[in-house]
C-alpha cells in the first residue's frame, strides 16, 4: 500500500499489517530469529555473529569488552564488539550491542529485555564468552581467586544467561540454546583444572537445562571446539593463551597443537560455527543434551 | 479480532538528529500514556543506499517484526549508509510498528505527524475503549468487496464467499489514539442465477465477538479499502479481482454474475492448452481392418487362448469369418445391432469380430446379469438377434462380398448405470477404439511380444481395452473364465502359467490379486499393468513395488469412461506417488484432451474445481435412441471450427499447473462399485417400478473409505396402499432387474420417507438399514452354538466379514449383504483360520450357512 498519511510534500509513506512474525524477513536459515551471543567481540563469538548474521538472524552481541582483574591476557574490546556488529550490519542484520559482563545477571537481564522490545523476541542464545586463564599450575598451585573467577565466568557466566532468556524462550514454547564448552568439558588438560571443571560443568548445565526445557520445545546443547587456531580476521588468540600457559613457545603454537590432532590440522573457527549454527536453527529439531564435538577427532582417542 | 500489527514507514528529512526524535518520543508517550511503558527509540545503521535492495529488505524485516508483549509501539529509525552523500543525501526511515490491539493504522499515523512535527501531541486524543463501528460501505468498497468474493468463489468453487472489509470507527475524533476501527464481515452469495445488482446489494454486518476475520481481506486506506499487495497475501491474483471489478463497473444491475469471469481470454486459452495433448496425424481404421493388418503379418503368431484351445491369428480370422457368414445368413445386414451373450470363451472374441466384419455392431449382454434385464436391454437397443450359441451360426455359405462401413461408423454399444434410471447405450466407433491403441502402442512398448487376459465382462469397457490392445498389437490374449476371475489365486496361478505381461485390473481386484502375489509360490511377471475403472488408492501399492520394482513392471493409473472409449488419461505411477497418496490421473493420451469447465462452460482458473469435459479422439457417438440425453452431454466445442464434440463427465477435476488431472469424484451421486458405475437413481427406478412400492430411497455408503467391498447399497421403501409390509418380494424383484454390484444389500420399509423443508429427501433422517430378515429370529440349532468345531468357526467367519452379531444357519450370505469381494474374505479368512477353505463356486451353490456348512463337512 503506498499512501500519505502524515501530510504533503513530505516524502513517501509506506505501510502494512502483519500478521506474522517473519513474513517480511529475507531468506536465511535463522531469517526472522533474533539471536544473543555472548563474548561477540572477537574469535569464535565472532564467528557465530558472521554465521547467524549470513543466515538472516538479527543480533544482540555481547561482551565484556574491557579487562577482568585476574585474567592474564587482554580480553575482547569495544572496538572489536562494534567491529563485529559492522561485519554482521554489512551481511543484513539489525545488531544491537551491549557492553555486559557474564557475571552480572543484572546486566545480562538488562540485554534481554533490550533484545526482546526490539526484536520482539529471543530465538537462540549463544553462551561463548570464557576465558582460558589463569590456568598453567597444579590444582593445588590455584589460588582461591583463580577458581571462583574461573568458575564464575565460563560456567556461572553461561548458567546466568540462561537465566536471563530462559524464562522467555520457555513462554514462547520454542528457542535453542548452545553452550560453547571445550573439548576440556570431556577429557582433562594438564594444569587446567579450574577451565576443566568449569567446562566439564557447563556440559552438565546442557543436559540438565535440556531437561527442564524439553517439554517447551526448548533445545540446549552444547559444542565442544578442540584446537581452533586463532584466525587473524576472528582476531582470536584463545590458543596463543593456552600455549602461554603451557609455556610452549608462542611462535610455534601451531605446529605444537597440530602434533596432536588425528587430521593433522588445526580447527578453523568456522567449523565451530557452522555447528553452532546447526544447533541454532530447526534442522537440528530434535537435538537437545546432546555435545557436538568439533575438535578434528582430539578426543576419539 | 484486529490485526496482529500494523507498521508504517516514513521518510524523515535529512536533518533529523536522534536525540530530537527521541525527545519528541518520549514527550509524546509520556503525554499520551503517562506511567506505562516507554517506547525507546532505535537507530539501526544500515550499510548500504537508502534505493537498495538490501535497504528495503531492511525495511520490509523491521515492518514485520513482532512488536514485544507488554508493548504499543517499536520505533525503529534507520539510517542508510550514502545519508552523507553530498548533493544526494539519502534521508532516514522511521519504521513505526503497532500492536493491533493497542493502536489501529490510522492511529499509527497519527503518531507519525507528531514525531514529524507535523502535529502537536497535545492535538491527540487516546482513547481506551473500543468505538462503534460505521457499516456503511461506500461504491467503491463494496465493488471491491464484491470483486474478491466472486474471484475467490471462482477459484474454489465455491456459491458463498466471506470478505473481511476495513471499516472506521463511527463518531472518531480527529487525531484519536487507539485501537477503534474494525471489520465489518461482506458475506457474498454466488449462487446461479444472482445478479449483479444483488450481489453489490449485500449488507455487511460486524463480526460476532471474538469472531476471526475471514480471510481474505481487504486493506484498511484512508478512502475506500484497497487490496492487500504482497507475495501471498491474497488468495488470488489481484489483477483478476481488479478485472472483475472493472466488470462491476460497466455491466448493467441486472447481468448474472456468471458473465464476470476473472480470467481474461489469453488466461482462458492458456487452461484449454494445458488439457490439450495433440496426436500425430494418423490414418484412421476400422477395428477389423486393424485386426486384418496383424493377420497378414504374423497368420500363425498365437492369438487367442482360452483354457487349453489357442487359436492363431490365422485360425481366429478364420472362426470370426464363418461366423461373420452366419451372422449374414440369420439377416444381420450393415448397421444392425447384434446382443452377444456368451460366456467368456475363444467363441466371444471371435464373435465380436465377426460382427464387426458384418459390419454389424456388437451390443454385450453379460450372461451374469439376470435374464429379465438383459431382455430388456436388448430390447431398448433393438438388437436385431442376440447370439447364445455360435454353433447356431456355423455351417453357412460364404456371405456376399461388399464395401464396409467408415471407420467413424459404431463398432459397438456399451450400456453404463444411468442416472434415468435406464441404463444408457454408449454408441463407440471404429476409429475410437484405433486411436486408442495407437495412442498408447508406442509408449507402453505394445507388440507381439506380449500376452494380454480377458478378465473383465465384455458389458464392462476396460474388457475393450483388453481384447483390442491385444489383438490389435499383435499379442496374445488369454481368456479368464468366470471362476478364475472370481479367485485370485487361481487367476494368479494363470497369470504365471501363461507367462502374462500385460495386465489390466481395478484396483479393488488388484489389491486382491497382489495379497495372492504375496503368498503364491511364484511371482507373476507382468511388466505393465493398467488400473482403471474406479479412482486408485495408491498407498496399499507399496508393498507391491518392493517385490515388483518399477522399472520391472509399470504401474499406470487411467482415467476413463465409457463414453470417452475407455481411457483419457494416463499417470505412470511409483513409490513417490504411493507415499505421496497422489489422486493425480496424469496426463491426456495423445490425441485425447481434457478441459475443467464450470457450469457455464467456461475454464476455471488454474488448480480450481471444475467438471472434467472430455475431447477428441475417443469421444462416442452418443447415446443409443436418447437423443435428448446426448445432446445434453455431448456438446459442440465452441472453439473447435470443425464443430467436433466434447464429452461432459459429469466427474469432477483438478487441472494442474503441470497438465495432470486430478479426478476428485462424482458430481452428482453417482459412485463407483467394483469398478462399474453405478447411480443410485437406477435402482431407485427399478424400486419405483414396483406396484407395491409408492416412494423409494436408495444409500450408497463406505465408497469414501476406498474399499469397494465397503461398498453398501441400502434401500427404502414406502408400501403402495394395500401392498403388504414385507420387503421379500420388493429385492427379489429388483434382484432380477439389477446386475448384482446394484442390488441393495438390504431393503427396509418405511411408513414415509423423511423429507427437507425443500421437499427433498433428508436423507440424513432415514434410519439404521435393517436386514431383510433378522439374523437373531433365525433360531441357531442348541449343538451349533456350543459347537466350537468348522461350522461355529465358520459362522464367525461370516460374523466378521458381513459386520452382523449373530447368524442361524438359514440366513442366506447375499441377503445379509454379501457380495464377491466379500466371498473372496470369507476364503482368505477360512485358510489364515486353519479350516477348508470356502470355494467361492461353493458359496453360489449353498448360499446359507447351515447348507455352506454341510457342505464343507461333506469335502473333508
Redesign the interface.
Known amino acids: ?1 503506498t ?1 500519505d ?3 504533503p510534500g ?17 531468506a536465511g536459515r535463522l531469517a ?1 530469529r533474533a539471536a544473543v551471543i555472548t563474548g561477540a567481540a572477537r574469535g569464535l563469538g565472532r564467528a557465530c555473529a558472521l554465521a547467524f548474521a549470513r543466515e538472516g538472524a ?1 543480533l544482540m552481541l555481547l561482551d565484556v569488552a574491557g579487562e577482568l582483574p585476574g585474567v592474564p591476557y587482554p580480553l575482547g574490546s569495544a572496538s572489536q564488539l562494534a567491529h563485529t556488529a ?1 561485519l554482521c ?2 551481511a ?1 542484520s ?3 550491542t551491549r557492553q555486559a559482563d557474564v557475571r552480572d545477571l543484572a546486566a545480562l537481564e538488562a540485554a534481554a529485555d533490550a533484545s ?6 529471543i530465538d537462540v542464545l549463544v553462551n561463548n564468552a570464557g576465558i582460558a586463564a589463569p590456568s598453567g599450575r597444579p590444582a593445588h598451585e590455584i589460588t582461591e581467586a583463580e577458581w571462583q573467577l574461573m568458575i564464575d565466568v565460563d560456567l556461572g557466566g553461561a548458567w546466568r544467561a540462561i537465566r536471563a532468556v530462559g524464562a522467555r524462550m520457555v513462554a514462547q514454547g520454542s528457542g535453542s540454546i548452545v553452550n560453547v564448552a571445550s573439548t576440556a568439558g570431556l577429557v582433562g588438560y594438564r594444569h587446567f583444572a579450574g577451565y576443566v571443571a568449569a567446562k566439564h560443568g557447563l556440559v552438565g548445565l546442557t543436559k540438565a537445562v535440556a531437561l527442564d526445557y524439553a517439554p517447551r520445545k526448548v533445545r540446549v546443547n552444547a559444542v565442544c571446539p578442540g584446537s581452533v587456531r586463532d584466525d587473524e580476521a576472528m582476531e582470536g588468540r584463545m590458543l596463543a593463551e593456552i600455549a602461554r600457559s603451557l609455556e610452549v613457545p608462542v611462535a610455534v603454537h601451531e605446529e605444537t597443537f597440530v602434533r596432536d590432532q588425528p587430521m593433522n590440522a588445526l580447527v578453523e573457527p568456522g567449523d565451530v560455527a557452522d555447528a553452532v549454527l546447526w544447533l541454532a536453527t530447526d534442522a537440528s529439531r530434535q537435538v537437545t543434551g546432546s555435545v557436538v564435538t568439533v575438535d578434528g577427532g582430539f578426543t576419539a582417542r | 479480532m484486529p490485526p496482529v500489527q500494523h507498521s508504517l514507514t516514513v521518510r524523515l528529512s535529512t536533518n533529523v538528529t536522534d536525540a530530537a526524535l527521541d525527545a519528541a518520543l518520549t514527550a509524546a508517550a509520556e503525554l499520551w500514556w503517562p506511567g506505562d511503558r516507554r517506547p525507546r527509540l532505535w537507530t539501526e545503521p544500515v550499510p548500504a543506499p537508502a534505493a537498495s535492495d538490501a535497504a528495503a529488505r531492511r525495511r520490509a524485516a523491521e515492518a514485520s517484526r513482532p512488536v514485544a508483549s507488554g508493548h504499543r509501539l517499536r520505533a525503529v529509525l534507520l539510517r542508510y549508509g550514502d545519508e552523507r552523500r553530498e548533493g544526494a543525501a539519502a534521508a532516514p526511515d522511521l519504521v513505526l510498528t503497532a500492536d493491533g490491539s493497542a493502536l489501529d493504522a490510522r492511529s499509527l499515523r497519527v503518531v507519525a505527524r507528531v514525531l514529524r512535527g507535523d502535529l502537536a501531541p497535545e492535538a491527540v486524543t487516546p482513547l481506551a475503549g473500543p468505538l462503534p463501528l460505521d457499516l456503511r460501505l461506500d461504491e467503491e468498497t463494496r465493488r471491491l468487496a464484491s470483486a474478491l468474493a466472486l474471484t475467490v468463489g471462482r477459484y474454489e468453487g465455491a456459491s458463498a464467499v466471506r470478505v473481511a472489509v476495513p471499516v472506521p470507527a463511527r463518531d472518531r475524533p480527529p487525531y484519536a489514539l487507539g485501537a477503534l476501527d474494525g471489520y465489518a464481515v461482506f458475506a457474498a452469495d454466488l449462487s446461479p442465477g444472482r445478479t449483479v445488482a444483488q450481489l453489490l446489494a449485500t449488507e455487511p454486518v460486524a463480526p460476532a465477538v471474538g469472531e476471526e476475520p475471514p480471510s481474505p481481506e481487504l486493506m484498511a486506506s484512508d478512502g475506500p479499502a484497497v487490496l492487500p499487495t504482497g507475495p501471498g497475501t491474497l488468495p488470488v491474483p489481484a489483477r483478476q479481482v481488479d478485472d472483475i471489478r472493472q466488470q462491476l463497473l460497466t455491466s448493467t444491475p441486472n447481468a448474472r454474475l456468471s458473465q464476470l469471469n476473472p480470467l481474461s481470454e489469453a488466461e482462458s486459452a492458456e487452461q484449454l492448452a494445458l488439457g490439450a495433448r495433440p496426436a500425430p496425424p494418423a490414418s484412421s481404421l476400422r477395428i477389423d481392418e486393424a485386426f486384418a493388418a496383424q493377420v497378414a503379418a504374423r497368420p500363425e503368431a498365437p492369438a487367442l487362448t482360452a483354457g487349453s484351445t489357442t487359436l492363431s491369428y490365422a485360425e481366429l480370422d478364420a472362426r470370426a469369418e464363418a461366423l461373420a457368414d452366419g451372422l449374414y445368413a440369420r439377416g444381420v445386414r450393415p448397421g444392425d445391432l447384434v446382443g452377444l451373450c456368451l460366456p467368456r470363451s475363444t467363441d466371444l472374441v471371435a464373435a465380436m469380430l465377426a460382427v464387426l466384419k458384418a459390419d454389424a455392431v456388437h451390443v454385450p449382454l453379460d450372461p451374469e446379469h439376470p435374464a429379465d434385464r438383459r431382455e430388456r436391454t436388448a430390447r431398448d437397443a433393438g438388437v436385431r438377434l442376440t447370439v447364445e450359441d455360435p454353433a447356431t451360426l456355423t455351417g453357412h455359405p460364404p456371405r456376399p462380398a461388399a464395401p464396409r462401413g467408415e471407420p467413424g461408423s459404431p463398432a459397438y454399444v456399451i450400456h453404463t448405470s444411468g442416472s434415468t434410471g435406464r441404463p444408457k447405450g454408449v454408441v463407440v466407433p471404429h476409429a475410437n477404439v484405433t486411436a486408442l491403441v495407437d495412442a498408447v502402442r508406442e509408449d507402453f512398448g505394445l507388440s507381439p511380444d506380449d500376452t494380454w487376459t480377458c478378465f473383465h465382462s465384455a458389458a464392462f469397457d476396460f474388457s475393450v481395452w483388453e481384447i483390442w490392445g491385444a489383438l490389435l498389437t499383435g499379442g496374445r490374449l488369454v481368456v479368464a473364465d468366470h471362476w478364475t476371475t472370481r479367485s485370485p489365486e487361481d487367476f494368479h496361478a494363470l497369470l504365471v502359467r501363461e507367462r502374462v505381461s500385460v495386465l489390466s485390473q481395478t484396483p479393488s481386484a488388484f489389491t486382491q490379486l497382489a495379497a495372492a502375489d504375496r503368498t503364491a509360490p511364484d511371482p507373476v511377471g507382468t511388466r505393465l499393468v493398467v488400473l482403471g475403472g474406479e479412482p486408485l488408492g495408491a498407498r496399499p501399492l507399496l508393498d507391491w513395488f518392493d517385490r515388483h520394482p518399477e522399472d520391472r513392471c509399470r504401474l499406470v493409473n487411467m482415467y476413463g469412461i465409457t463414453e470417452t472409449t475407455v481411457h483419457v488419461t494416463a499417470a505412470t505411477v511409483t513409490r513417490r506417488d504411493a507415499l505421496a497418496g497422489s489422486r493425480s490421473v496424469g496426463r491426456p493420451l495423445p490425441g485425447w484432451s481434457v478441459r475443467v469447465l464450470d457450469a457455464h462452460g467456461r475454464p476455471v482458473p488454474p488448480g480450481a474445481p471444475g467438471e472434467i469435459v472430455v475431447g477428441g479422439a475417443g469421444v462416442a457417438l452418443g447415446y443409443l435412441n436418447r437423443p435428448a440425453l446426448t445432446a445434453e452431454r455431448f456438446v459442440p466445442d465452441p472453439l473447435d471450427p470443425a464443430g467436433r464434440r466434447l464429452y461432459r463427465s459429469g466427474d469432477l477435476g483438478r487441472l494442474l499447473p503441470d497438465g495432470t488431472l486430478e479426478h476428485l469424484g462424482r458430481i452428482d451421486d453417482q459412485v463407483q462399485v467394483r469398478g462399474f458405475r453405478i447411480e443410485p437413481g437406477e435402482i431407485r427406478h427399478v424400486l419405483l417400478e414396483d406396484p407395491a412400492v409408492s416412494a423409494a430411497a436408495v444409500t450408497v455408503t463406505g465408497g469414501d473409505a476406498g474399499d469397494a467391498a465397503a461398498v453398501r447399497i441400502d434401500a427404502y421403501v414406502v408400501p403402495a396402499p394395500g401392498a403388504g409390509e414385507d420387503p421379500g418380494p420388493v429385492r427379489e424383484r429388483a434382484a432380477r432387474l439389477l446386475p448384482p454390484h446394484m442390488v441393495p444389500a438390504t431393503v427396509t420399509v418405511l411408513p414415509a420417507l423423511p423429507l427437507t423443508a425443500n421437499g427433498k429427501l433428508d436423507a440424513a433422517r432415514l434410519p439404521a438399514p435393517g436386514t431383510r430378515r433378522d439374523p437373531v429370529t433365525a433360531p441357531a440349532p442348541a449343538a451349533a452354538a456350543h459347537e466350537a468345531g468348522p461350522a461355529a468357526a465358520l459362522a464367525a467367519i461370516w460374523c466378521d466379514v458381513l459386520g452382523v452379531e449373530t447368524i442361524g444357519p438359514d440366513d442366506d450370505f447375499w441377503d445379509l449383504g454379501g457380495n464377491s469381494l466379500y466371498a473372496i474374505r470369507i476364503g482368505t479368512l477360512a485358510r489364515e483360520r486353519g479350516l477348508p477353505g470356502v470355494p467361492l463356486r461353493q458359496l453360489y451353490l449353498t448360499p446359507t450357512l447351515g447348507a455352506l456348512s454341510e457342505a464343507l463337512a461333506r469335502k473333508t
Open positions: 500500500m499512501g498519511g502524515t501530510g513530505t516524502g513517501p509513506v509506506t505501510g502494512g499489517a502483519g500478521t506474522g512474525p517473519v513474513s517480511g524477513a529475507g526472522g538479527d559492522d550490519r554489512e543484513g539489525a545488531v544491537l526482546e522490545e526490539r526484536f520482539g523476541r
